[in-house]
């Protein structure tokens, strides 16, 4: 069973920062896009940074120029830096791989960003 282990997730200040984790086998890390995704309550999960195994990045236009996602491949790791965060970035963040075959998502991890 291949297994998405996410971490990092807690509450914060407005203007603070997380950076969360997410782990995988080398075998899925290899060769997948590694993309963090978000829901926040009563709203739909959507994408917020992705990077190929190339290291090619894309971002959702909410977060660009405050989030940065990064790969460690020596890690097999994705992580997502957070910064000046906002409530509206409260939310459940999902790690997922993708390959040529196959989808596999983390059990996510929540971020709440509160006074």
């Known amino acids: 069973q291949v297994q998405l282990v996410e971490s990092g997730g807690g509450l914060v200040q407005p203007g603070g920062s997380l950076k969360l984790s997410c782990a995988t086998s080398?075998?899925?890390?290899?060769?997948?896009?590694m993309t963090w995704y978000r829901q926040a309550p009563g709203k739909q999960r959507e994408l917020v940074a992705a990077?190929?195994?190339?290291?090619?990045?894309n971002y959702a236009d909410s977060v660009k120029g405050r989030f940065t996602i990064s790969r460690d491949n020596a890690k097999n790791t994705v992580y997502l830096q957070m910064n000046s965060l906002t409530p509206e970035d409260t939310a459940i963040y999902y790690c997922?791989?993708?390959?040529?075959?196959?989808?596999?998502w983390g059990q996510g991890t929540q971020a709440t960003v509160s006074s």
């Open positions: 990077v190929t195994s190339g290291g090619t990045t």
């Open positions: 080398r075998f899925i890390f290899t060769t997948a896009t």
């Open positions: 997922n791989a993708r390959t040529v075959r196959n989808s596999y």
